[in-house]
C-alpha cells in the first residue's frame, strides 16, 4: 500500500509540475491545479494514515510476539472508520462537495424539488 501510495502521488506532482512549465496558463488555472492537486495528495495520504497505521502495529504485534486485545481492538475501530474519514475528507478539501452539502442542510426550499438552472429558458 505505502508503494502505491508513493507511486501514485510522485507521478501526479511531476505530471502537474510538467503540465505547469510546459503549457502557459493563467494565474486563475495555475491556482485552481495547485488546489486540486494538494486535495488529491491529502486524499492520498489518508489510506496510510488510518488503514496503514493500525496495520504497522498488528504487524508488529505479531512480529516481537506481544498481544494486547484492547489495542488491537483500537487498532480495528480506526480501520473501520476509513469509508467515514474519506467522506469528511471529500467534503472538506473540494469545494463543490461542501457547497452542496450547505444546500442541502441549510436550504430545505431546495431540498426535493429539481434545481433551476438560470441559463434555461423557459418556452412554455
Same mark, same amino acid.
Given at each position: 500500500?505505502?508503494?502505491e501510495l508513493i507511486f501514485f502521488v510522485? !507521478?501526479?506532482l511531476t505530471n502537474t509540475i510538467h503540465q505547469m512549465n510546459s503549457i502557459r496558463v493563467s494565474y486563475r488555472t495555475a491556482e485552481i491545479q495547485k488546489q486540486l492537486v494538494n486535495a488529491l495528495i491529502i486524499q492520498s495520504f489518508l489510506p496510510f494514515t488510518v488503514l496503514g497505521l493500525p496495520m504497522i502495529y498488528a504487524w508488529m504485534s505479531v512480529m516481537f510476539d506481544y498481544y494486547n486485545q484492547? !489495542?488491537?481492538?483500537?487498532?480495528?475501530?480506526?480501520?473501520?472508520?476509513?469509508?467515514?474519514?474519506s467522506t469528511v475528507v471529500m467534503i472538506c478539501v473540494h469545494k463543490p462537495y461542501r457547497n452542496e452539502l450547505v444546500r442541502l442542510l441549510f436550504s430545505p426550499k431546495e431540498r426535493?424539488?429539481?434545481?433551476?438552472?438560470d441559463n434555461v429558458v423557459d418556452s412554455s
Open positions: 500500500m505505502l508503494g510522485t !507521478y501526479l484492547a !489495542y488491537m481492538n483500537i487498532a480495528l475501530v480506526i480501520c473501520c472508520t476509513h469509508g467515514f474519514c426535493y424539488g429539481p434545481r433551476r438552472s
